[in-house]
């Protein structure tokens, strides 16, 4: 059973424009969340976190929004840029456990 | 400076064959993690070390070994693999065991394996 779920495998974006990465999870333990970005070939590399006692957080053009009676989140990328392209991951933990919990991934594309 | 180094980068072995997988970090983390990942799957995590001991293995076969020589190494043993155990190793270190916050885990570039 997928307790994180990114139900969209692909997003196309156009330069500039936002784009939106949706996460959805299922275990109300879940505490705090997490968004790697994964090029071919490279590990993930952490873009930006939230704790569960907040409902945003931004930094640069990235930024984090929670919504806990939805348990939902998403990744909001503005401007988008090429070099943004690449496999986003969201994660979760809850605060008994150290094991990041991974959805699929969705990989973004964004053209110039 | 949150770097995580692996080697190698990519290795192939036959299943009676026995290798080790390094991953290195000097942020003076005290946890460090390994992370398996099939294609178009996720990261599943197989063991975590906390101050050099063995915190947590999820249920993961013997043949894989982990070691943690010291706070900086550790290291994955391998020995009489399967075809299916063909996957990216990833490498991860926190400053303490946890997964957000103060305790956020950075990767490695990973060691793509190939068991013939």
């Known amino acids: 059973d997928q307790q994180v779920k990114q139900n969209s495998p692909s997003l196309s974006v156009q330069e500039g424009r936002i784009s939106i990465l949706n996460c959805d999870y299922t275990?109300?333990?879940?505490?705090?969340f997490l968004w790697y970005k994964k090029y071919p070939a490279e590990g993930p590399t952490f873009l930006i976190s939230?704790?569960?006692?907040?409902d945003k957080n931004e930094d640069g053009r990235f930024t984090v929004f929670l919504n806990k009676s939805a348990k939902h989140l998403s990744l909001h990328i503005v401007p988008s840029q090429p070099g943004d392209s690449a496999v986003y991951f969201c994660?979760?933990?809850?605060?008994?456990?150290?094991?990041?919990?991974f959805g699929k991934g969705t990989t973004l594309s964004v053209s110039s | 400076d949150t770097e995580v180094t692996q080697t190698p980068k990519h290795l192939v072995m036959g299943m009676t064959n026995k290798k080790s997988l390094k991953c290195e970090q000097h942020?003076?983390?005290?946890?460090m993690y390994w992370y398996k990942q099939k294609a178009k799957k996720p990261p599943e995590l197989m063991f975590v070390?906390?101050?050099?001991?063995?915190?947590i293995n999820e249920s993961v076969p013997s043949r894989f070994s982990p070691e943690c020589p010291n706070s900086s190494l550790l290291n994955l043993h391998l020995h009489a693999l399967q075809p299916e155990d063909s996957a990216l190793y990833l490498c991860?270190?926190?400053?303490?065991?946890?997964?957000?916050?103060?305790?956020?885990?950075?990767f490695g570039p990973g060691t793509r394996l190939t068991v013939l």
């Open positions: 070390y906390s101050y050099e001991k063995l915190s």
């Open positions: 994660a979760a933990s809850a605060k008994l456990g150290t094991a990041l919990i």
């Open positions: 939230i704790s569960s006692i907040k």
């Open positions: 275990n109300s333990m879940f505490d705090y």
């Open positions: 991860a270190s926190s400053l303490r065991e946890g997964a957000g916050g103060w305790d956020t885990q950075y």
């Open positions: 942020m003076g983390h005290r946890a």
